[in-house]
C-alpha cells in the first residue's frame, strides 16, 4: 500500500469549523463568576468537529466465504459480515453493549449457524456481555443470551457438542472460567483455576476437555501469576495445571488453539520472547516448544504444514515437519496490528487494525487489500487517547490512528500508526507519540509524505507510555511508563536532535508506575501510582533527565495515585486519582497545600499550564486553579470528554484543546486574575 492511497482511502473531510473562521454551533461565550470589578473573565469554546473517525476492529472470525469482523471502540459496538469473494460487507448487527465497548471474540458453533459475540466495556452497567447471532437469518440482529460475572470477554470457544466457554477478567478478581449452554441458556462459573492470575485471554475446547489461558499481562507485579495453562476435566470438574516449564516465566498465554489431536500455545512476551508450543493432547507432558523474536503470539491458523500466527511483525508460520518459525512473506502493505486470521484454500485472510482486510496467497506470495470502510462498514467516532497541537494540525490518538486536523480547512487525514498513541507533543513541527502496546516512541514531520514511523525502541515489557513533556532546557522529551507485565514503570527520555534515547527504570521504586511527568528549569518530576491494592502511591520524584539521577523526593501522604501534575512558578500541582490536589514548593520540597477537588476531578486526569495558571481536565469537567489561593474554578462543565484511557488536554498558542464528547474543541478562557 503506498502512502498516497493510504491517505486517499482515510481521508475524511469535515466542515465542522476551523479556527480563525465563525464559531461553530454549541460553542460557549460568557463571563464568569467571580470576575474582579472593572475585568471581564470569558470563555471561548470552539467546537471543530468529531476527534477521530474510523471503523476500528478487535476481532475477525471466518465463517465460509464471509470474515465476520467485530468493532474497537466505537459505539454502538457491532460486528459486519465481509464477504471474501465479492469483497464487500454484506451483513452487519449492532450491540447496545455499554461505555466504550469493543468485541474481542468471535466463535462459531460446529455447524456454522449461530456467531457468539463477546463484549468488553470500560465499566460495567449490569448489561449481557455474551451475544448470538444467528448467520442464517443475518438481517435480523444479534440478541443478548447471557451475562458473565466477569465483565470483560476475552475469548470465546465452542466444543463439537455446541457448549460455548468464555474467559476474560474483571478488576481486582481472578478470572474464571465461564460454560453456556444452548439447550438450557444456563451460564455457569466453572471456578477460577489461578487465583493470582489479573487475567483470562485464551480458551480452547474438545468432547471432554477446555483449555484455560491466563497470566497477568495487565496489573502485573506484586506476586501476580505469570503464564498459566490449565485442562478442565468435563466430566469431573477438575482443574489440572499443564503450562510447559519453558513458558513458566512469561507473563501470560495470549493464544489456543485444537488442531488435528494438538494443543497450539502461544505466550505474550516481556523480558523474554514469546513462545510457541504444540502439546500433544493425549499425553500433556509432550511437547515442542519454540522462541520467536517477537512479543506476542495470536490468531491462529493451520494448513497440512504449517501452523500460521500472528506477531506484531506480521504474519509468521511455523513448520511442523522441521519445527522452525519463519515469516510469510507477500507483496503488500503493513498488516499493523493484526486481529483475525483464517486459512483456506492456500490463501490466508488477515483483518488489519489498520481497517482493511488482506489476502494473502501463500504460494504467489501476493496480497489483496480490501479497506473496509469503502467496502460498506460504517466509521464512527471514537473515543480519543493523546492529543497534540503545532504546526497548524491538531493531532487525536485512536487505535491503530491518529487523525491530523488543519486548523485552517477543517480537513481530517487519518494517519497509521500501530497500537495506540496514549499521549503526544508536537516538537518543533514534528509530531511525537508514545505508542502503546510496547512501541516505544514514534514521530511524523507533516512536511513529508509518509506514514508515523518509530523513532525509538524500549524493551518490551515497559510497554505502556502514559504521559508526555518536552523539557526545553535539555531538549528532551520525557515519557512516563507503566509496566503492565512486571509492575513499577520507568522514565524514558528522547533527544529529537540526536536521535538518541534513555530508559530509567523504577525511577520511584519499584511498584509505583509514572503516571505523569512535568519539568521546570531542567529538573523532571515524576508523579507514582500503584495498580496493586497495597503499597506505596503517590510519591513524587525530582529527577536530572540528562542523567536519571534522582534529586529529591516528596511522599505527598496522599491515599490514591498520582493522577496528572503540572509546574507553575514555583509550585508543582499534582492531582490524584481520587480527586485529591497538592501542591509542592519544589524550592522548599515539600507540601504546602492540598485540597478536597473530586468534585471536578475523579479518577484520571490532564493538567497543563496556559496563561499563568494550572487548567485540568476530568472525565466531566475542565477547570483552572487560581495561582494564588490555588482555588479551583469550572471552565467548562459537563465537558464529558470520551476518553478511552483516560483524558487529556493540550495547549498551543493559549488555546486548550480536549475533547467535548467525541468532538474536539478549542478552549480560550481567559481568567480575571
Not at 463568576?33 to 476481532?59: I, K
Not at 478488576?171 to 487475567?199: E, F, H, R, S
Not at 480537513?411 to 500501530?418: G, K, Y
Not at 467525541?662 to 480560550?668: C, I, M, Y
Amino acid at each position: 500500500m503506498t502512502h498516497s492511497r493510504s491517505l486517499s482511502r482515510r481521508r475524511l473531510i469535515q466542515t465542522g469549523g476551523a479556527l480563525g473562521l465563525a464559531t461553530a454551533a454549541g460553542s460557549l461565550l460568557a463571563p464568569q463568576a467571580g470576575a474582579a470589578a472593572g475585568v471581564t473573565a470569558t470563555t471561548e469554546v470552539t467546537d471543530l468537529g468529531p476527534g477521530l473517525v474510523q471503523f476500528s476492529l478487535m476481532s475477525g472470525l471466518r465463517v465460509g466465504d464471509t470474515v465476520y469482523i467485530g468493532s474497537r471502540n466505537l459505539t454502538p459496538s457491532s460486528v459486519v459480515g465481509f464477504h471474501l469473494p465479492s469483497r464487500k460487507v454484506v451483513s452487519s448487527t449492532s450491540l447496545d453493549a455499554g461505555p466504550e465497548p469493543s468485541i474481542q471474540a468471535l466463535a462459531a458453533d460446529p455447524t456454522g449457524r449461530y456467531l457468539y459475540i463477546g463484549v468488553l466495556v470500560k465499566s460495567d452497567q449490569g448489561k449481557p456481555n455474551l451475544y448470538r447471532w444467528d448467520l442464517t437469518a443475518p438481517d435480523r440482529p444479534a440478541v443478548p443470551i447471557g451475562r458473565t460475572e466477569d465483565r470483560d470477554i476475552r475469548d470465546l470457544a465452542v466444543a463439537p457438542d455446541g457448549t460455548v466457554f468464555a474467559v476474560g477478567g474483571v478488576p481486582d478478581k481472578p478470572p474464571v472460567l465461564w460454560q453456556y449452554d444452548p439447550a438450557t441458556g444456563a451460564v455457569t462459573n466453572l471456578g477460577a483455576p489461578d487465583p493470582k492470575a489479573t487475567l483470562a485471554r485464551a480458551v480452547a475446547a474438545t468432547d471432554t476437555t477446555v483449555f484455560f489461558g491466563a497470566g497477568s499481562v495487565l496489573s502485573g507485579g506484586s506476586g501476580a501469576s505469570k503464564a498459566s495453562l490449565f485442562a478442565f476435566d468435563r466430566k469431573s470438574h477438575e482443574f489440572t495445571s499443564i503450562v510447559p516449564k519453558e513458558m513458566e516465566k512469561d507473563p501470560s498465554l495470549r493464544e489456543l488453539a485444537v488442531h488435528d489431536g494438538k494443543l497450539i500455545v502461544g505466550t505474550s512476551g516481556a523480558v523474554d520472547p514469546a513462545k510457541l508450543a504444540v502439546i500433544d493432547l493425549a499425553d500433556y507432558s509432550s511437547y515442542t516448544v519454540v522462541k520467536t523474536e517477537g512479543a506476542v503470539i495470536k490468531t491462529f491458523a493451520s494448513d497440512a504444514e504449517r501452523i500460521y500466527f500472528a506477531s506484531e511483525s506480521g504474519v509468521e508460520a511455523y513448520s511442523m515437519a522441521d519445527r522452525t518459525i519463519s515469516p510469510v512473506e507477500f507483496t503488500g502493505p503493513d498488516l499493523g496490528e493484526i486481529w483475525g486470521l483464517d486459512h483456506a484454500d492456500g490463501k490466508l485472510a488477515v483483518v488489519s487494525g489498520y481497517g482493511f482486510v488482506a489476502e494473502i496467497d501463500v504460494s504467489a506470495k501476493t496480497s489483496v487489500v480490501t479497506d473496509l470502510h469503502e467496502a460498506g462498514a460504517k466509521a464512527g467516532p471514537q473515543a480519543g487517547m493523546g492529543i497534540a497541537v503545532g504546526h497548524g494540525y491538531a493531532y487525536l490518538g485512536g487505535n491503530g490512528a491518529i487523525s491530523r486536523r488543519n486548523l485552517k480547512t477543517g480537513e481530517v487525514v487519518n494517519l497509521q500508526a500501530p497500537g495506540e498513541a496514549k499521549d503526544a507533543e508536537v516538537i518543533e513541527g514534528v509530531l511525537y507519540t508514545g505508542q502503546y502496546n510496547a512501541q516505544g516512541i514514534w514521530r511524523y514531520d507533516s512536511s513529508r509524505r509518509r506514514q508515523p514511523q518509530q523513532a525509538a525502541k524500549f524493551p518490551s515489557e515497559q510497554n505502556r507510555p502514559l504521559d508526555l513533556s518536552w523539557d526545553p532546557d535539555n531538549e528532551l522529551l520525557l515519557v512516563g511508563v507503566q509496566s503492565d507485565t512486571e509492575g513499577g514503570g520507568a522514565l524514558w527520555t528522547y533527544s529529537p536532535r540526536t536521535g538518541k534515547s534513555a530508559s530509567y527504570v523504577n525511577p520511584i521504586d519499584d511498584v509505583q508506575l509514572v503516571r505523569a511527568v512535568a519539568n521546570r528549569a531542567g529538573v523532571a518530576y515524576l508523579g507514582g501510582d500503584n495498580t496493586a491494592k497495597e503499597g506505596p502511591r503517590a510519591t513524587v520524584v525530582a529527577i536530572d533527565p540528562a542523567t536519571g539521577k534522582e534529586q529529591w523526593r516528596v511522599d505527598t501522604k496522599q491515599p490514591a495515585g498520582v493522577a496528572a501534575l503540572a509546574v507553575q512558578g514555583r509550585n508543582l500541582y499534582g492531582l490524584t486519582t481520587k480527586g485529591g490536589l497538592f501542591v509542592i514548593d519544589v524550592r522548599a520540597r515539600k507540601v504546602v497545600h492540598t485540597a478536597d477537588v473530586s468534585s471536578v476531578s475523579k479518577g484520571f486526569a490532564a493538567m497543563v499550564t496556559n496563561r499563568g495558571a494550572v487548567y485540568g481536565v476530568s472525565d466531566t469537567t475542565l477547570f483552572r486553579f487560581h495561582p494564588k489561593t490555588f482555588a479551583v474554578t469550572t471552565v467548562v462543565a459537563d465537558i464529558n470528554g470520551a476518553w478511552y484511557s483516560g483524558p487529556h488536554v493540550n495547549v498551543h498558542e493559549g488555546l486548550l484543546y480536549t475533547l467535548r464528547g467525541g468532538n474536539l474543541v478549542a478552549v480560550d478562557d481567559r481568567p480575571s486574575h
